[in-house]
């Protein structure tokens, strides 16, 4: 037979065994570079009346041929201009307010808009992970690559762009470090020096290590001059003149320190009707501080000046009577306890904070205004006074007590941000409020010690009412992230007395639900040493952060050491809550799946069975935990193997599921679309995909287009018309849901990825088997660097990368993959995990292909065995070795072996899978070509023509693999003698292949080659 003409064996049912559509994998699509010149971060507005202080010409002078400037605190006597190693610089009383920001944030403003730098980079350094953070963001900005889940390699890569390179662009950056208070924690995280780049530090530290060969700038309280004219220009907006006695004595008093120079004067402005002058402030401030001094501890924190703290009191004293009267106290309260560098808006608005407000309101406020609500309103109002009830009940307040308005409460803000206390910039609404952390601590330090908890589990009520179930907005999410970590930084045990507040676990299922799962695992590392610390090992609050501990671990790649995690845990709860308990059935699902995941999948499906006795004991057959573990047996029945039994109790469940629950139940609709993706396993990839077009109808409707899982729903969708043979209808699918998936859930979600995934694999099905590959590689390089070599999505793209490798034509580069690929497998996953076993399938067949027949039939021979040990006689696994057997016996030249292997295949496959699933069409078809290989080409072209019967009822006509059967049924009819007829019917599948496939698929080019050699042998035989 003519090379290219015969119809090959089908050596593998699964051509991308641990690739196949519907499998996660990692990573992100790239996002363009932005355009110069470009600022990430945002710098804190201009102050009014800004000082040119010398500090600024000194800073540009430093600055000006690139290098590095550090804006200290000089101490009383020091004065700007002396260099890091003059020994001038030291702390001035009050470490916080002397205006660092504001001279950082000038300076950068003028770059930008004076065209003197490209790239502005505003950090704020509070943290380490602020400045990874940043890093990572401008990352994705300006190099194109998407932020990760450890932002530390993204940081990596940002500070790498920075470095001057020959072949790239001259870039003028500018990185601003704002408030860097740990400089040890900078280490590895310093941008490189450049000759056009400059680095600005802010910090109240002046460590050594920090100077070492940076130019210290040292800033201090405004001078004399500077702080008169701050208050001459700031009063006399109000129309108040005064003499400059008034105004050096006033700043003298304030010790010229910015901040509290900018209060007083908005203090004196706001009463200036009422006669107030600097001097009759004076006279107050003076009183304040006699009142604080009795009620202040005997040691201020962080060297607090009592002058500065009475003028925080003043202010916030008069910012009480602003209107709406007496709501701006408690709101500064609050905001004591969350991020100085941002706090949403939506938390300081929310019931939590608003319920808060109207019990701790001023006595002696304006009565309430009441307004008629319409009838459509009531139901909502009835909904927000049971919220406000709750919130104070557990507060410990009367629920009867006045509400307040949502817009009550954001002139609550206006009236602090009106008196300085706060920054208020509503279109910025996840960092919509900023407080300078010195506020922030004179707040706290008037607080009794018992204001505090309820204070701080207030802002906890607050954030996690703000928390949206669908994290669509990203900045949002990290600004909660962030104030979650302030929150507990500053309320000690509050937060886990008497127990554990809720928003600190939906702080780390926020890193997990983004897939930042390195991130979460960390955190729930440290929540696990808080809460064993605060409540100790056996409290439930403790065993629920092991639990999450050991999920995050395993979605970060560890299974099997999440499985072992979990069983310790396991044995903790049936120790302290008993085998009843249902944290302790919970536990025990965790395990079955874990355990599943590690492997085993019959394992689980076992455990699942054991779990579903005990809960249907406990608690009962409608119970919402039992359904759940239904759902999960069901899942693990097919995993192990068994499709159709899997998509049955799918159907039993679904019924029971409408019974209890109704139709747009969210437990309703998961089962659906489980039940739809096993009738697509089991070999319906009609139905399934009819099934999941009437899903999404009903995703859309009940959830919105913008639900992740009516994103799931419509990449299921994708990947059933891709089974069903329309690769080119799934690709376009694909790339559409791309495009939203990577608008909702960002470039970094592991759904994301899982579509970029898919597109390469269609590709490669489409005939680009080398652009599939290179789309590969670039998604491998990407999970190397964020998730590392062993994560077991990472060992699944590097199977696909060799998989397209071979399927280019390198067979014997896609073996040395696979071999390679195998040791790592068997490093981490052990001999018996079913990828392994797969990647053992792969690396016989390309052995195989490679020249080694005899060899890859010995090694699928041993692998039978070691899959019949592990998986059973019935898994789908078995059939596809026992298919890849047969294959290499024919090659090997036993055909008549062969043969009787793929008829007693044919036997197993019928009895487990029916006559309609495509496994089964494959053997016949092996079937058939053996036959016509033995020389019975007539019988070989009967049993093809009954098999096409088969397809086109099941499959279609369009389906590649009912092409490729017209294509075998050609070439055994023109074996058998009727060249002519060969040449009429592959003319016609020619045309077919073409509206199809396309001109590239191997399928047009095999038939295109088939119809070439039949017709050249009727031009030999002289037939026209």
């Not at 004219?229 to 006695?245: I, K, N, T």
């Amino acid at each position: 037979m003519p090379a290219g003409t015969t119809p090959a064996i089908s050596a593998s049912n699964d051509s991308i065994a641990a690739g196949e559509i519907g499998q996660v994998n990692q990573y992100a699509a790239p996002r363009p570079p932005a355009r110069w010149p470009h600022q990430v971060g945002t710098p804190p507005p201009a102050a009014a009346y800004f000082q040119h202080r010398a500090e600024i010409t000194e800073l540009a002078e430093a600055l000006a041929g690139g290098g590095a400037a550090v804006l200290g605190q000089a101490a009383p006597s020091a004065r700007a201009g002396l260099s890091a190693t003059s020994g001038a610089a030291g702390v001035v009383a009050g470490l916080g307010g002397v205006g660092k920001s504001q001279l950082a944030a000038h300076y950068a403003r003028s770059a930008m808009e004076d065209g003197e730098v490209d790239v502005l980079v505003w950090v704020t350094a509070a943290t380490k992970a602020a400045v990874v953070g940043t890093y990572a963001d401008a990352a994705a900005q300006l190099i194109g690559s998407a932020a990760p889940e450890d932002p530390e390699l993204a940081a990596e890569a940002f500070l790498a762009w920075l470095a001057p390179k020959a072949i790239q662009p001259r870039c003028r950056w500018l990185i601003v470090l704002d408030d860097l208070a740990d400089p040890t924690a900078m280490r590895g995280l310093w941008p490189p020096p450049s000759p056009t780049g400059r680095t600005l530090v802010t910090t109240r530290r002046q460590d050594p290590a920090l100077l070492a060969g940076r130019h210290l700038i040292t800033v201090g309280v405004f001078s004399p001059g500077e702080s008169r004219a701050y208050l001459a220009g700031v009063l006399d907006r109000y129309g108040l003149a005064q003499s400059l006695e008034e105004l050096d004595a006033l700043a003298g008093d304030l010790g010229h320190l910015p901040l509290a120079l900018a209060q007083a004067a908005a203090y004196i402005g706001e009463l200036a009707d009422t006669g107030m002058t600097p001097t009759a402030y004076r006279r107050l401030l003076a009183d304040r501080t006699t009142a604080l001094r009795d009620t202040a501890p005997s040691v201020l924190p962080d060297e607090q000046s009592l002058t500065v703290a009475a003028t925080w009191s003043l202010s916030i004293e008069h910012a009480d009577t602003l209107r709406p009267a007496g709501l701006a106290r408690p709101m500064l309260n609050l905001a004591a306890f969350l991020d100085p560098n941002g706090i949403p808006g939506t938390v300081l608005t929310s019931i939590p904070a608003r319920v808060h407000l109207a019990h701790h309101r001023t006595a002696d406020r304006p009565s309430e205004v009441h307004t008629a609500i319409s009838a459509d309103q009531a139901p909502a109002l009835v909904k927000r006074r049971g919220l406000i009830a709750r919130f104070a009940r557990r507060a410990g307040t009367n629920p009867a007590a006045p509400s307040v308005t949502d817009q009550e409460a954001r002139a609550a803000l206006s009236a602090l941000r009106r008196l300085s206390l706060i920054e208020h910039t509503p279109n910025a609404p996840a960092t919509a409020v900023r407080i300078h952390q010195l506020v922030q601590r004179a707040v706290r330090d008037t607080l009794d010690p018992e204001q505090h908890q309820p204070l701080a589990r207030t802002a906890a009520d607050a954030l996690l009412t703000a928390w949206p179930d669908v994290e669509r907005d990203t900045a949002l999410a990290a600004a909660l992230r962030a104030n979650t970590t302030a929150l507990a930084d500053k309320a000690g045990d509050s937060l886990y007395r008497p127990d554990v507040h809720s928003v600190l676990y939906r702080a780390g299922h926020s890193l997990d639900n983004t897939g930042q799962v390195t991130a979460a695992c960390d955190y729930f590392h440290h929540l696990t040493i808080a809460t064993t610390l605060h409540l100790g090992p056996d409290h439930p609050d403790t065993l629920a952060a092991q639990g999450s501990l050991a999920s995050c671990r395993g979605k970060a790649g560890d299974a099997a050491g999440a499985a072992a995690a979990t069983a310790e845990l396991l044995k903790d709860q049936l120790r302290v809550q008993g085998p009843d308990h249902p944290d302790t059935l919970t536990t025990r699902m965790n395990l079955a799946s874990w355990r599943g995941e590690a492997g085993d999948a019959a394992g689980a499906a076992a455990a699942f069975a054991e779990l579903l006795k005990d809960r249907l004991r406990v608690q009962g057959r409608d119970d919402p935990d039992t359904l759940t573990t239904r759902h999960n047996l069901a899942s693990w029945r097919g995993e192990a193997g068994d499709a159709a039994g899997a998509a049955a109790a799918f159907a039993e469940l679904l019924k029971d599921r409408l019974r209890v629950q109704g139709p747009d139940h969210p437990g309703t609709i998961t089962t659906r679309n489980s039940l739809a993706s096993w009738r697509g396993e089991a070999g319906d990839a009609a139905g399934a995909a009819a099934a999941f077009a009437e899903l999404l109808k009903d995703r859309l409707r009940v959830q919105g287009p913008d639900h992740p899982d009516t994103l799931t729903t419509r990449h299921n969708l994708a990947s059933c018309r891709a089974r069903a043979g329309d690769a080119a209808g799934a690709a376009a699918a694909f790339a559409e849901l791309l495009k939203d998936r990577l608008r909702v859930l960002g470039p970094d979600h592991p759904d994301t990825l899982t579509t970029r995934m898919n597109l390469a694999y269609l590709r490669g099905k489409a005939g680009d088997a080398a652009g599939a590959a290179a789309a590969t590689a670039e998604l491998l390089k990407e999970q190397l660097r964020v998730l590392g070599p062993d994560h077991p999505d990472t060992l699944t793209t590097r199977m696909n990368l060799a998989y397209l490798r071979g399927e280019a034509g390198d067979a014997a580069g896609a073996a040395a993959a696979t071999a390679e690929l195998l040791k790592e497998q068997l490093r981490v996953q052990g001999p018996d995990h079913p990828d392994t076993l797969t990647t053992r399938r792969h690396l016989a067949r390309w052995r195989g292909e490679a020249g080694d027949v005899a060899g890859a039939g010995a090694a699928t021979t041993q692998l039978l065995k070691d899959q019949l040990r592990v998986l059973g006689p019935e898994h789908p696994d078995i059939f596809t070795t026992r298919n890849h057997l047969a294959f290499w016996q024919a090659r090997a030249g036993d055909v008549a072996g062969a043969a009787a292997a793929f008829a007693e295949l044919l036997k197993d496959r019928l009895r487990v899978l029916g006559p309609d699933h495509p496994d089964i069409f494959t053997t016949r078809m092996n079937l058939a070509y053996l036959r016509g290989e033995a020389g019975d080409a007539a019988g070989a072209a009967a049993a093809t023509a009954e098999l096409l019967k088969d397809q086109l009822r099941v499959l279609g006509p369009d389906h590649p693999d009912t092409l490729t059967t017209r294509n075998d049924l050609a070439h055994w009819r023109g074996e058998a003698g009727d060249a002519a007829g060969a040449v009429v019917a592959l003319a016609d599948l020619l045309d077919d292949c073409l509206r199809v496939l396309g001109s590239d698929h191997a399928v047009t080019l095999t038939t295109r080659r088939g119809l070439a050699h039949w017709r050249s042998l009727l031009r030999d035989a002289g037939v026209e």
